[in-house]
């Protein structure tokens, strides 16, 4: 069963950047539609990014359009989330997730595999 690790969260300062990565078991990767989702305390789970199989489509929540970017190398297993600008409101525990679907969602219920999650704090 395909299993997923982020990595790449830290503590930053307003207006910078960080990317996020995906590392996935398997080949098999190449068969899922790929979503980031984040968690802030306090606030339930949010659809950040989508990629479809094949990076054919990507979805973005309209509060981190034009500043995140999320690509996909399925050769190397791995996905990743460019995220720049980062602002407070950007903290939060970020996941990648797995689904068999070819077509992107924001439902976490349509992601079947999840990694543990990589912490993300933006603070001046």
């Known amino acids: 069963q395909l299993q997923l690790v982020e990595s790449g969260g830290g503590l930053v300062q307003p207006g910078e950047s960080l990317r996020l990565s995906c590392a996935a078991s398997d080949l098999t990767l190449g068969i899922y539609t790929i979503g980031w989702f984040r968690q802030a305390p306090g606030k339930e789970r949010e659809g950040v990014s989508c990629i479809s199989m094949a990076g054919s489509y990507t979805n973005y929540l309209a509060a981190v359009k034009g500043r995140f970017t999320g690509t996909r190398e399925d050769a190397k297993k791995m996905v990743y989330l460019q995220m720049n600008n980062l602002t407070p409101e950007d903290t939060a525990v970020y996941y990648c997730?797995?689904?068999?679907?070819?077509?992107?969602?924001?439902?976490?219920?349509?992601?079947?595999?999840w990694g543990q999650g990589t912490q993300v704090t933006v603070s001046p």
């Open positions: 997730a797995a689904a068999p679907r070819y077509y992107c969602s924001d439902d976490a219920s349509d992601f079947g595999t």
